[in-house]
T-cell receptor, first 109, second 115 residues
Framework: KQEVTQIPAALSVPEGENLVLNCSFT??????LQWFRQDPGKGLTSLLL?????REQTSGRLNASLDKSSGRSTLYIAASQPGDSATYLC????????FGKGITLSVRP | GAVVSQHPSWVICKSGTSVKIECRSL??????MFWYRQFPKQSLMLMAT?????????EQGVEKDKFLINHASLTLSTLTVTSAHPEDSSFYIC???????????FGDGTRLSIL
């Protein structure tokens, strides 16, 4: 059974810092890996999707990497802003997704 | 971008009531829709996978007679929680994809409270 772990559960940083959020999973037989953002009381916003054949994806200040052999992914956030404060979820598929518990990020002005 | 609409956002009802939740893909055809559930301080857990025109596939431990899923068209899937009880209180959220190479797009979720 696939298990996805995100540590730490919470993170607080000053504005402007570059961040790395980590995700690990136990079964490397995945179709893809997806990073989401969840704001309080809201649904999920897809940030990046990495197919199993890919190593990384970039969108604006975000970069996600995937190392299937070691069962790890990282989400890199450059020059963090207070608006980046949210819970970041890592999920592996698929096609149904297995989620981690998320990392709650707080970016202090 | 792809938009998934989920209704209602909140439901509060008495024990024994059946509750229907709708999930619609507004600007794309969803060949597959997924239903997830999240209990407080827990991960989102996949409940079932729904393909248009066929029976849903339920994850282990999810009662198919309790959680009825219908995916009658390429833009609509419904989840009905039958004879809901307080232990069914949770956050239910759907997602949809057009094809397997695309990201899953999620609705805003439904918070269900059974009194």
């Amino acid at each position: 059974k696939q298990e996805v772990t995100q540590i730490p559960a919470a993170l607080s940083v000053p504005e402007g810092e570059n961040l790395v959020l980590n995700c690990s999973f136990t079964d490397s037989a995945i179709y893809n890996l997806q990073w989401f953002r969840q704001d309080p009381g809201k649904g999920l916003t897809s940030l990046l999707l990495i197919q199993s054949s890919q190593r990384e994806q970039t969108s604006g200040r975000l970069n996600a990497s995937l190392d299937k052999s070691s069962g790890r992914s990282t989400l890199y956030i450059a020059a963090s802003q207070p608006g980046d404060s949210a819970t970041y979820l890592c999920a592996v598929g698929g096609p149904g997704l297995t989620f981690g518990k998320g990392i709650t990020l707080s970016v202090r002005p | 971008g792809a938009v998934v609409s989920q209704h209602p956002s909140w439901v509060i009802c008495k024990s024994g009531t059946s509750v229907k939740i709708e999930c619609r893909s507004l600007d794309f055809q969803a060949t597959t829709m997924f239903w997830y559930r999240q209990f407080p301080k827990q991960s989102l857990m996949l409940m079932a996978t729904s393909n248009e025109g066929s029976k849903a596939t339920y994850e282990q431990g999810v009662e198919k007679d309790k959680f009825l899923i219908n995916h009658a068209s390429l833009t609509l899937s419904t989840l009905t929680v039958t004879s809901a009880h307080p232990e069914d209180s949770s956050f239910y959220i759907c997602s949809a994809i057009g094809d397997s190479n695309q990201p899953q797009h999620f609705g805003d979720g439904t918070r269900l409270s059974i009194l």
